[in-house]
């Protein structure tokens, strides 16, 4: 070995002049994550509490102006503004549902990004609670309108025609004809690769959409979405109304994207003439029920089956041709009947049970 020259000792596969000195102690300032939901790092080390030790001839002593809990701060930024870009987005699609509305209608802003997040998000929050509760809102609606407006019609008919109302492909059709797929969020946030809002820079520059002839959005990129996820926000959108506005914000919000649910104020026409007391004891189902029939011809269409014959009751299945008329049977009113009660449960669980799953 010649005198002054230092022998090089390989540690770790790092060569190292000072193999002796003393090791240095280092951890991270922080680590860089999705802050909008901490649940999900629970399971985490704190890195605080994490060390590594470095050879000191391998560091470097930077002075920063600024301190390391200023620093910590700005790795808030991304998560920040992620929800505040993600709230302006919901804040433009109800100002879209709701232009020339003319309806005083009130329906915050959180509920309507619920509605437009789909479970990919991987957020505190997601659209299957509300799609639950809208798409049983929209059943209820749909047979309740068939049921006033089309009480000369088959039930068989009339459940074609609505499963043409709630099918996904005419949702599908209607949301893409109010834009709303572009309003949809699909994947998750990821702060690694977050982009500071406004960059000009590469694939990333904004360009102008308009929405309406009075309302436009700025975008980074297209999307594709599936139509099964469009019918789905659709119906999310629908619970989102309901949920906040009542059974009236739900049925507006129905009519303002194209579908024609009115609850029409239309009396149920029997075309027969039926002596309840003479069928039924009467005062006994009422005594059970705790309650009093207006229309008692009701209760025995209710408990007649299709076969039943009886010169005083007209059977379900003396009907002509066309099935346009038939007689007295409960099919109408079990029509109605599943609806109103799947309605009335999704109600009962989805406040019971708030932000429950569909799964």
Same mark, same amino acid.
């Given at each position: ?39 999900r ?29 200023t ?11 992620h ?27 959180? /509920?309507?990004?619920?509605?437009? %997040? ?6 505190? $929050? ?9 798409? +049983? ?6 047979s309740?309108?068939? $049921?006033?407006?089309?009480?000369? /019609? ?15 492909? +005419? ?14 969020? %699909?994947?998750? $946030? ?6 500071i ?22 975008? %980074? ?22 949920? %906040? ?26 075309? $027969? ?8 004891n ?32 007209? +059977? ?10 038939f ?17 009335l ?12 799953? +569909?799964?």
């Open positions: 070995m010649q005198p002054g020259i230092r022998t090089m000792h390989c540690r770790h596969g790092v060569y190292l002049y000072f193999d002796e000195a003393i090791l240095l102690k280092g951890r991270h300032l922080f680590t860089v994550k999705n802050y909008l939901n901490e649940s790092h629970h399971k985490e080390r704190d890195p605080s509490n994490i060390f590594v030790e470095l050879p000191p001839e391998l560091c470097q002593v930077i002075m920063s102006p600024i301190s390391c809990s620093f910590y701060s700005y790795a808030f930024v991304p998560s920040i503004m929800r505040l870009q993600s709230l302006l987005l919901a804040v433009n699609l109800k100002k879209m549902l709701l232009d020339d509305w003319g309806q005083n209608v009130t329906i915050p802003t959180m /509920k309507v990004l619920e509605a437009i %997040t789909t479970k990919n998000c991987q957020e505190g $929050f997601h659209s299957e609670s509300l799609e639950t509760l809208g798409d +049983s809102f929209l059943k209820y609606a749909a309740h309108y068939l $049921f006033k407006t089309h009480q000369n /019609k088959h039930e068989g008919l009339l459940s074609i025609k609505k499963d043409k109302i709630i099918s996904n492909a +005419s949702l599908c059709k209607l949301g893409c004809e109010h834009k709303i797929p572009g309003f949809i969020r %699909t994947e998750p $946030f990821d702060p690694k690769i977050w982009i809002p406004g960059d000009n820079s590469g694939s990333y520059q904004l360009q102008e959409e308009k929405l309406s002839d009075r309302r436009k959005i700025y975008v %980074t990129h297209k999307k594709k979405v599936k139509g099964k996820i469009v019918a789905d926000a659709v119906e999310a959108l629908i619970g989102a109304f309901l949920s %906040t506005g009542g059974e009236s914000a739900g049925i507006l919000f129905l009519n303002r994207i194209g579908i024609k649910v009115d609850f029409v104020n239309i009396p149920y026409e029997r075309h $027969f003439q039926i002596q309840a007391e003479k069928l039924i009467l005062d006994h189902f009422e005594s059970l029920l705790s309650y009093s029939f207006r229309d008692p011809s009701l209760l025995v269409e209710a408990l007649t089956h299709g076969s039943y014959m009886l010169p005083e009751i007209p +059977s379900c299945y003396q009907m002509t041709l066309d099935l346009t008329t007689n007295i049977c409960y099919a109408m009113l079990e029509f109605l009947g599943d609806a109103v009660l799947d309605y449960i999704i109600v009962h669980l989805y406040n019971k049970y708030p932000g429950m799953s +569909s799964d």
